[in-house]
């Protein structure tokens, strides 16, 4: 849930921050005043293009900040929220006490963008991964992206619920492998003699390999063991000496081991605590020495005098280094050389029995992937059978009574030659009206698709809770009962969502729990041309600052009536702003507790 959000230095918003609650919140205004922008800011926070264009006249950057509290990330599909939860990781973000996290995107004139997600600079793509599951910005271009056919499947996909979620995972899952298989059999079959010659090589190498049987670090091994062969007769004598001089050995001498003894017992028997100490100390000397003595007579013992044994530790090393020559920098490298040829020498068998064995998998998976493809198509049709009864029913209250919503699942070609990632179907979203039943895009006008939208986003929202949904002038080119219809859906809607909404209709606004005003003033630097101050939105003139400012009472019953007729000054106006205003929170109450 969005809980606050602050803009500066964007459009016509010099500075502005509003906070959200939880149901409906509406934001109107004058024309220019600004609404526009609060969308603007949230498509960026969302990851959306960053354009210098919009940063206010006269400022260096427009900063768009969102808080956002994830203690309703709980209501989401476990898969969403793990993601959420994965990449709040990858990002380092820091999550705040009260379980929130501020989002944060940075446009400069100059055309640089910057975001951060909890405190960490992040890709504007992280933002989006971030927003998609919590964030849901309609407006006009998202009406026509309604109009894309992935998103018409994806909507039905929406609509199925766990079973399409399912029938779609298994389908693609074998829709990879299948493809793979068949990637695989391509090259064998058309690339045979090439890949018989690299098959060849790969065995040759595998055969040199495999004969000498290296192991992990063994040239490092005997490296050492050629060294102690080659400086033997030195060694032995270095190391016989130490043993010599330690135990005793050597002629006429007393061993030192027991020399440093005979001075710890006359040192502990002196009578001393200062002496003992030291004689302590001499005591664990001594049987580090007796260690040391023992140690040098097991390498004199183990080192080696054969000279048969040098001239093989050189010809191995010699054979090693051959192989390292061809296959890699050291003997691991030839290891896992080894390791990826046996991999690869499996993938390019052009042999009969290879071939027949990739055909018959290629045949498998073609069969598995029709049942496959049969499943999804079964589910998606169940699905948008329900879709369109329940959006048509919702249309219905929308004023669009003579219309309904119709889903069309068909095959997308023929057999397995059309199949894709996303299954063997066309799906698409088609509108039953008196001209018949016409494609969205060709049946629609401009206020009926947002009605239609509305609708979806109703009824897909009974599958799914928390999160944040932004209409953008949804009520565009309707009036009247249908809009008051419009109040009461975002109101329902409001239940399972936090619902934002830029209205310019006061029959929608009066239904929002929330009601925030986006208010400007002209200041003295306004193009005198214009006596209404209503600057160019986009980039914001300088003399037009525009605030947000949250509404109730007196001020709510003022605003819904300057927008029913620009009457706010007026008895009949605010009388009938007040009758409004009382109608739509006595609906909600009522359908709260019916319920």
Same mark, same amino acid.
């Given at each position: 849930?969005?809980?606050?959000?602050?803009?500066?230095?964007?459009?016509?918003?010099?500075?502005?921050?509003?906070?959200?609650?939880?149901?409906?919140?509406?934001?109107?205004?004058?024309?220019?005043?600004?609404?526009?922008?609060?969308?603007?800011?949230?498509?960026?926070?969302?990851?959306?293009?960053?354009?210098?264009?919009?940063?206010?006249?006269?400022?260096?950057?427009?900063?768009?900040?969102?808080?956002?509290?994830?203690?309703?990330?709980?209501?989401?599909?476990?898969?969403?929220?793990?993601?959420?939860?994965?990449?709040?990781?990858?990002?380092?973000?820091?999550?705040?006490?009260?379980?929130?996290?501020?989002?944060?995107?940075?446009?400069?004139?100059?055309?640089?963008?910057?975001?951060?997600?909890?405190?960490?600079?992040?890709?504007?793509?992280?933002?989006?991964?971030?927003?998609?599951?919590?964030?849901?910005?309609?407006?006009?271009?998202?009406?026509?992206?309604?109009?894309?056919?992935?998103?018409?499947?994806?909507?039905?996909?929406?609509?199925?619920?766990?079973?399409?979620?399912?029938?779609?995972?298994?389908?693609?899952?074998?829709?990879?492998?299948?493809?793979?298989?068949?990637?695989?059999?391509?090259?064998?079959?058309?690339?045979?003699?090439?890949?018989?010659?690299?098959?060849?090589?790969?065995?040759?190498?595998?055969?040199?390999?495999?004969?000498?049987?290296?192991?992990?670090?063994?040239?490092?091994?005997?490296?050492?063991?050629?060294?102690?062969?080659?400086?033997?007769?030195?060694?032995?004598?270095?190391?016989?000496?130490?043993?010599?001089?330690?135990?005793?050995?050597?002629?006429?001498?007393?061993?030192?081991?027991?020399?440093?003894?005979?001075?710890?017992?006359?040192?502990?028997?002196?009578?001393?605590?200062?002496?003992?100490?030291?004689?302590?100390?001499?005591?664990?000397?001594?049987?580090?020495?007796?260690?040391?003595?023992?140690?040098?007579?097991?390498?004199?013992?183990?080192?080696?005098?054969?000279?048969?044994?040098?001239?093989?530790?050189?010809?191995?090393?010699?054979?090693?280094?051959?192989?390292?020559?061809?296959?890699?920098?050291?003997?691991?490298?030839?290891?896992?050389?080894?390791?990826?040829?046996?991999?690869?020498?499996?993938?390019?068998?052009?042999?009969? =029995? #290879?071939?027949?064995? !990739?055909?018959?998998? +290629?045949?498998?998976?073609? *069969? @598995? /992937?029709?049942?496959? $493809? %049969?499943? &999804?198509?079964?589910?998606?049709? =169940? #699905?948008?059978?329900? !879709?369109?009864?329940? +959006?048509?029913?919702?249309? *219905? @209250? /929308?004023?669009?009574? $003579? %219309?309904? &919503?119709?889903?069309?699942?068909?095959? #997308?070609?023929?057999? !397995?030659?059309?199949?894709?990632?996303?299954?063997?179907?066309?799906?698409?979203?088609?509108?039953?009206?008196?001209?018949?039943?016409?494609?969205?895009?060709?049946?629609?006008?401009?206020?009926?698709?947002?009605?239609?939208?509305?609708?979806?986003?109703?009824?897909?929202?009974?599958?799914?809770?928390?999160?944040?949904?932004?209409?953008?002038?949804?009520?565009?080119?309707?009036?009247?009962?249908?809009?008051?219809?419009?109040?009461?859906?975002?109101?329902?809607?409001?239940?399972?969502?936090?619902?934002?909404?830029?209205?310019?209709?006061?029959?929608?606004?009066?239904?929002?729990?929330?009601?925030?005003?986006?208010?400007?003033?002209?200041?003295?630097?306004?193009?005198?041309?214009?006596?209404?101050?209503?600057?160019?939105?986009?980039?914001?003139?300088?003399?037009?600052?525009?605030?947000?400012?949250?509404?109730?009472?007196?001020?709510?019953?003022?605003?819904?009536?300057?927008?029913?007729?620009?009457?706010?000054?007026?008895?009949?106006?605010?009388?009938?702003?007040?009758?409004?205003?009382?109608?739509?929170?006595?609906?909600?109450?009522?359908?709260?507790?019916?319920?």
């Amino acid at each position: 849930m969005l809980t606050e959000l602050r803009i500066s230095g964007l459009g016509v918003i010099d500075e502005a921050v509003a906070d959200f609650a939880p149901g409906l919140s509406v934001l109107t205004g004058e024309t220019g005043a600004g609404k526009t922008m609060v969308v603007t800011g949230l498509r960026l926070l969302a990851g959306g293009r960053a354009d210098p264009g919009r940063v206010r006249r006269g400022a260096d950057k427009a900063v768009v900040e969102g808080r956002f509290d994830l203690a309703d990330a709980q209501t989401m599909h476990p898969e969403d929220r793990d993601e959420l939860d994965r990449l709040l990781e990858e990002a380092d973000a820091e999550v705040d006490d009260d379980g929130t996290v501020i989002a944060a995107r940075r446009v400069g004139a100059d055309g640089r963008s910057r975001a951060r997600l909890g405190g960490r600079s992040v890709p504007a793509g992280t933002l989006a991964r971030f927003c998609a599951p919590v964030l849901a910005v309609h407006g006009q271009n998202d009406q026509l992206r309604l109009l894309r056919p992935d998103r018409q499947r994806e909507a039905v996909d929406s609509h199925g619920g766990e079973p399409a979620r399912r029938a779609l995972s298994d389908y693609r899952s074998t829709f990879h492998r299948w493809r793979e298989a068949e990637r695989s059999l391509a090259e064998r079959t058309g690339r045979a003699r090439e890949l018989a010659r690299e098959a060849d090589l790969l065995r040759h190498g595998l055969d040199e390999i495999d004969a000498l049987d290296p192991r992990p670090g063994e040239e490092a091994e005997l490296d050492a063991v050629i060294r102690r062969l080659s400086d033997s007769e030195e060694l032995r004598e270095v190391a016989g000496q130490a043993h010599e001089v330690l135990s005793g050995e050597a002629e006429a001498a007393e061993p030192v081991v027991s020399l440093l003894d005979h001075l710890r017992q006359r040192l502990a028997g002196a009578g001393d605590p200062a002496l003992e100490t030291i004689a302590t100390s001499i005591d664990q000397a001594v049987a580090a020495l007796g260690d040391a003595a023992t140690e040098l007579g097991l390498y004199l013992a183990e080192l080696p005098v054969d000279a048969a044994d040098l001239d093989a530790a050189l010809e191995r090393r010699q054979e090693l280094r051959a192989l390292t020559r061809k296959y890699g920098t050291d003997v691991d490298d030839v290891i896992e050389w080894a390791a990826k040829a046996r991999i690869r020498l499996s993938e390019v068998d052009t042999s009969d =029995t #290879a071939v027949a064995e !990739l055909e018959a998998t +290629v045949a498998r998976l073609a *069969a @598995e /992937l029709e049942q496959r $493809g %049969a499943e &999804l198509t079964a589910v998606r049709r =169940t #699905a948008g059978e329900d !879709l369109a009864r329940r +959006v048509t029913s919702e249309l *219905a @209250e /929308l004023s669009m009574g $003579g %219309a309904g &919503l119709v889903v069309r699942v068909t095959p #997308a070609g023929d057999g !397995l030659a059309a199949a894709t990632e996303s299954g063997l179907d066309d799906v698409e979203l088609a509108l039953d009206g008196p001209s018949g039943v016409v494609p969205l895009g060709r049946g629609a006008s401009g206020g009926e698709l947002s009605r239609v939208m509305l609708a979806l986003e109703v009824v897909l929202a009974e599958r799914s809770g928390g999160g944040t949904l932004v209409f953008d002038e949804v009520d565009a080119g309707v009036g009247g009962r249908a809009a008051l219809s419009i109040g009461k859906r975002l109101a329902r809607l409001a239940r399972t969502h936090q619902v934002i909404a830029v209205t310019h209709l006061a029959q929608v606004a009066a239904y929002a729990d929330t009601h925030l005003v986006i208010h400007k003033a002209t200041g003295s630097a306004a193009d005198p041309a214009d006596p209404t101050g209503s600057a160019d939105e986009r980039t914001g003139g300088e003399g037009v600052v525009s605030g947000v400012r949250a509404v109730d009472d007196s001020d709510r019953v003022t605003e819904l009536a300057r927008m029913l007729a620009g009457m706010e000054d007026t008895d009949t106006g605010l009388a009938h702003a007040e009758e409004l205003l009382a109608k739509a929170q006595s609906e909600k109450s009522q359908a709260q507790v019916d319920r």
